[in-house]
C-alpha cells in the first residue's frame, strides 16, 4: 500500500517538474516577446494559494497537482491590449505556442544525454541454456558461456 502510494507521489512529482518546464518555456517566451501574462499557475484550479506577485503576473498554486498552466491577456479573444497575445505577429503567436514544446525535446535531449554518459555498456551476454539440436547447439555454442 505504501509502495504504490509513494509511486503515485513520485508519478506526480515527475508530471509537475515536466509540466512546469514546459509552461515556462511559453512562460519566458511570451515574456520576452512583450505579451502581458496574468498567471502562471502549478496545478489546475481551483486556487490553493497565491505565491508572490512580479510585476504583473500573478504565481499561483492550485488544488490539482496534475500540470500548470500560464494565462495570457488575449488568450482566448479578443482584446483591445496592443501587449495581448491575439494582437501579436502570427510569427509572435506561433514562438510562444511552439516555446513549450521545444523545452519538452531539449528535456528528452539531456535526459537521454546523461543515461548515455552515465550508463555502463555491457559487451558480454550470458548464454543460460541452449537446447539440442538447435541452430545455436550446431554452431558449438554452450550454456552458460559468455558471447562476446
Avoid: C
Wanted: aromatic share 10%; glycine share 10%; charged share 20%.
Amino acid at each position: 500500500m505504501i509502495d504504490g502510494a509513494l509511486n503515485v507521489l513520485i508519478l506526480l512529482v515527475i508530471l509537475v517538474g515536466l509540466v512546469l518546464l514546459h509552461e515556462l518555456g511559453h512562460f519566458i517566451t511570451a515574456k520576452r516577446a512583450g505579451v502581458k501574462v496574468h498567471e502562471f499557475g502549478i496545478g489546475f484550479p481551483p486556487r490553493a494559494a497565491v505565491l508572490f506577485r512580479r510585476g504583473e503576473t500573478t504565481y499561483t498554486l492550485n488544488w490539482l497537482p496534475i500540470g500548470g498552466f500560464v494565462r495570457l491577456e488575449g488568450e482566448e479573444g479578443e482584446s483591445l491590449d496592443k501587449r495581448a497575445f491575439i494582437n501579436q505577429r502570427l510569427r509572435t503567436r506561433l514562438w510562444i505556442l511552439l516555446a513549450g514544446v521545444i523545452i519538452n525535446f531539449l528535456i528528452a535531449w539531456v535526459i537521454f544525454t546523461l543515461i548515455a554518459f552515465a550508463a555502463e555498456p555491457t559487451w558480454k551476454v550470458r548464454l543460460r541454456t541452449v537446447m539440442d539440436d538447435s541452430p545455436a547447439a550446431v554452431a558449438g555454442l554452450v550454456g552458460g558461456e559468455y558471447l562476446r
